[in-house]
């Protein structure tokens, strides 16, 4: 957006502020988006906030059961490639 609209807006008594429909229609941001808020030196910044929240592979790391010797690289690959093949001829 190379020329940036100047708008004025009013904070309500509930600290609530109301986004011009123009901005929310071009940002694609409906009733119920979820947005970050960010304080910049330059003032406030929205942004969409992300559907999942930021995870670590130790926050996840062996949270399903698996018994059994563990799968090679050349199985997983074979296992990845028969899916592919099936969900293809399915298509």
């Not at 904070?11 to 988006?33: D, H, M």
């Amino acid at each position: 957006m190379a020329n940036a609209e100047k708008l004025t807006i009013t904070v309500s008594t509930k600290g609530q502020v109301i986004l011009p429909s123009a901005i929310r229609q071009r940002r694609e941001w409906r009733a119920g988006t979820r947005l970050v808020v960010e304080e910049t030196p330059e003032g406030v910044l929205l942004k969409p906030a992300p559907a999942f929240a930021t995870t670590r592979p130790e926050d996840v790391f062996a949270s399903l059961p698996h018994s059994g010797k563990p799968k090679t690289l050349e199985e997983m690959d074979a296992g990845v490639l028969a899916e592919a093949r099936r969900r293809h001829a399915r298509g």
